[in-house]
């Protein structure tokens, strides 16, 4: 913890890469515990022991901010590598732990204020781009049996997983919120299989 | 259109229990579309035609008419009372049947103002007594089998259904959103009654 902060200065940091991070950090815990409405840029700029000129400087708006703050942590591609090389019979159990290992882990703030911003806002288009566009779409030729059912699948995941989002890590229900990741997935994992490659009634 | 309004005078219209029922009607579109925080009591008065000072004097604060806005239409104790008498291998479809049925009526409005109302404002109080005190508290012996597996089971029950009101009706994902209720009851149906009745791992 000291060994970085040792060539700092005390007080607000001056307009380095450090600074870059602390802002960055602050984002994702502000837009995580309060939403996307109610977070300032002067409140994350506080937050982070900088002027808030500093954070207009590197990241724009507070959109862009936002934007930043969801971007940076993880790639999706990466998460999901896993699940795009499992087997067809596996797809839900690889599905199910790769969304709860980034959730579960220190990532799970900027997962968390993606979620928020999008539901408070009421503008989906990042959301439904970052599902069926980025994370999905190398997917979707696997789970599209018969064709024409893949984006229906897809959203019936995002239904169960979306909803273990709100309840787990938003709402906060115990004993869901407690229980472990290892758990979770073999009790739900089931469910997004079927989804993904069950026979589905009326389709 | 203008039989009833036909012994209403033109413009603000006086403080009865039309104008009441105006507020309510005008608090539940706005609440729902806007979330609770954007919503303001003097664009409720607007939409309705009164004046705020009228809105306020029927329903007091803001919260509290948000809170009326989501009490007056549906009793969920009537809206589960097919549940309650259901066959246990039934349950799942009598509970989805019930929520897609209010969630796909004139009540919906209410149903997702109050949802994301209590998204939004991270104060989960209201949802989560919603759930498992009033909702789910006459089902609770039913599904508390093995004893101490109840409330998770419930917790799980949330998770598919909440998500299917963000998806379905808050991100409008096609073709979910616009399927029919008969359908979408199909294919969930089975995934809430194992929640609910099945043997869960590690349980």
Same mark, same amino acid.
């Given at each position: ?14 307009? +380095? ?5 602390? !802002? ?9 515990? +309060? ?17 808030? #000129? ?6 724009? /708006?507070?959109?862009? @901010? ?29 599905? /199910? ?15 968390? #204020? ?11 288009? @990042? ?8 994370? @999905? ?9 018969? %064709?024409? /059912?893949?984006?229906?699948?897809? $959203? ?5 997983? /979306?909803? !273990? ?8 229900? $115990? ?10 997935? $073999? !009790?739900?994992?089931?469910? %997004? ?11």
């Amino acid at each position: 913890m000291t060994s970085e902060a040792g060539t700092r200065r005390p007080g607000r940091r001056p307009g +380095n890469s450090g600074a870059r991070g602390d !802002i960055l950090a602050s984002a994702r815990e502000l837009f995580a515990s +309060n939403g996307f409405d109610k977070t300032t840029v002067r409140a994350v700029a506080a937050r982070a022991g900088v002027d808030p #000129a500093l954070v207009h400087h590197y990241f724009g /708006t507070k959109l862009q @901010l936002f934007t930043a703050s969801i971007a940076l942590p993880v790639d999706p591609r990466d998460v999901l590598a896993p699940v795009y090389a499992a087997e067809p019979e596996d797809l839900g159990r690889a599905l /199910t732990t790769a969304l709860l290992g980034v959730w579960d882990s220190p990532h799970r703030d900027a997962a968390v #204020a993606m979620f928020r911003a999008q539901i408070a806002g009421g503008d989906s288009g @990042l959301i439904r781009s970052f599902l069926l566009e980025v994370a @999905l779409a190398p997917l979707f030729e696997r789970i599209d049996r018969p %064709v024409g /059912t893949g984006r229906l699948r897809a $959203e019936l995941v995002a239904t169960q997983m /979306t909803g !273990i989002m709100l309840v787990r890590y938003i709402i906060g229900l $115990e004993p869901l919120a407690s229980m472990s990741s290892e758990q979770l997935v $073999e !009790i739900v994992a089931p469910t %997004v299989q079927r989804y993904l490659t069950g026979d589905l009634p009326g389709m």
